[in-house]
Structure formats: C-alpha cells, structure tokens
C-alpha cells in the first residue's frame, strides 16, 4: 500500500509572497489532516477534512491560509502572503473511518520564508 | 493548560538501557492513545496504537495507559543507536482530532 504522497519536499520563499503544497493521501482514507509543525514542537492541526467537507479549521488563519478537497483526494494548502514565523514542516496525514483507525503521515514539505 | 504535556529531553542513554518515556494528558474523553516516532527531516511514523488502559506489547516496545491518572508510557527495551529519534505521543478524542505532545528526543550511544 502506498503511504501519503506530499510535495514540494521544500519550499523556500520571502515574505509576502504566495505557496503551495499538494498531498495525495492514502487509497481510500476519507479523512486528511493538514499540521503545521515548528522545529522542536509537536504538530499542531490546521485542517481536518472528512471526504471534501471541512470537520475543524479552528486553528487555521484564515487571512492567508487555504485548504482545499476538491472530489474528495487530493488536497492543497495554500499561503498568501507568507510570514516569517509560517517557517515550519507542513505534515498532510490520512486516516480511513473506522472508529479505531488512525492516521498515517506523509514525509512533509519544509517551507523557510525569509 | 495543553491538552497534552510532554518533557521534551533531550534524553541521552547508553546501547542497551531501558528508555522510559512519558506523557500526561488533561481531558479524560480521549480514549485513543499512540506513539510516534520521527527522524530528522522525515514524517511521523506510528509506532504503537491503543485504546484501551494496560499494557501493548510490540517487539522491544511496551505502550502503557493508566486512564485513572490520564498517564501514558512508552518502554523501549534494549535501545539501539537507531532508536535515536523525537518520539511523540498522540490522542484521539471522538471526533477524531488528534493532539499531540511536543516530543521527547531521544540519543541512544553506542
């Protein structure tokens, strides 16, 4: 089975400028998780999706941050404008629906904005 | 108050020691508890999963979950050098949102 598909696997921008990552979860896992993990911090959830609906976007800045499921599959966080402390490792994670599945990460995309 | 609070170490042990590490958690509705581990540069890889307080056994791994104290274990028995690794601990409530501790990184010496 193929794990989480994530790229780019770096990104480096400056400030104020727009990115985006793309993730391809696992084969049929209907939920996909977006983390946001800074060096030497656990990760910590933007966006959680259940097919293409949106469960919990609580903790995403919604002023410059986007996420979208189009048909359910692929996904792609989008930054615009990035800031400085957006410097971090993008984590996309899947997970099927099962009440005692859990979820599995891609390798992440490590974005420096300068 | 974090949900979920963890030492970040860094832990440094000798090959062949007993490595114990720990979490603590405030909300009591979790009732999914695992561990991952994460090299440098890569993804989290899941390492233990349980659902249920005692004991798991997997290999030289022992994940423990004591639901009373909201306490979490992980025993890593005859550590390698290959061990060496930011291990975080992870729970799942019931609308399947996971909180993750910061990590303990851990250096096994040969």
């Known amino acids: 089975e193929a794990g989480v598909a994530q790229s780019p696997r770096y990104k480096i921008i400056e400030k104020r400028q727009s990115v985006a990552f793309w993730c391809n979860p696992i084969?049929?896992?209907?939920?996909l998780y977006w983390y946001q993990q800074i060096l030497g911090q656990g990760p910590k959830l933007l966006i959680q999706?259940?097919?293409?609906?949106?469960?919990?976007d609580s903790q995403l800045p919604k002023d410059r941050f986007s996420a979208e499921r189009l048909k359910g599959v692929d996904s792609t966080l989008k930054i615009q404008p990035a800031k400085l402390e957006d410097s971090a490792v993008y984590l996309c994670?899947?997970?099927?629906?099962?009440?005692?599945?859990?979820?599995?990460f891609g390798p992440g995309t490590r974005l420096t904005v300068l | 108050q974090k949900e979920v609070e963890q030492d970040p170490g860094p832990l440094s042990v000798p090959e062949g020691a007993i490595v114990s590490l720990n979490c603590t958690y405030s909300n009591s509705a979790f009732q999914y508890f695992m561990w991952y581990r994460q090299y440098s540069r890569k993804g989290p890889e899941l390492l233990m999963y349980t659902y249920s307080s005692g004991n798991k056994e997997d290999g030289r791994f022992t994940a423990q979950v004591d639901k009373s104290s909201k306490y979490i274990s992980l025993f890593i028995r005859d550590s390698q050098p290959s061990d060496s690794a930011t291990y975080l601990c992870a729970l799942r409530d019931n609308f399947n949102k996971f909180y993750f501790g910061s990590g303990t990184k851990l250096n096994v010496k040969p």
């Open positions: 994670a899947s997970r099927r629906t099962g009440s005692t599945d859990t979820q599995y």
């Open positions: 084969s049929g896992h209907a939920t």
């Open positions: 999706f259940q097919n293409n609906g949106v469960v919990d």
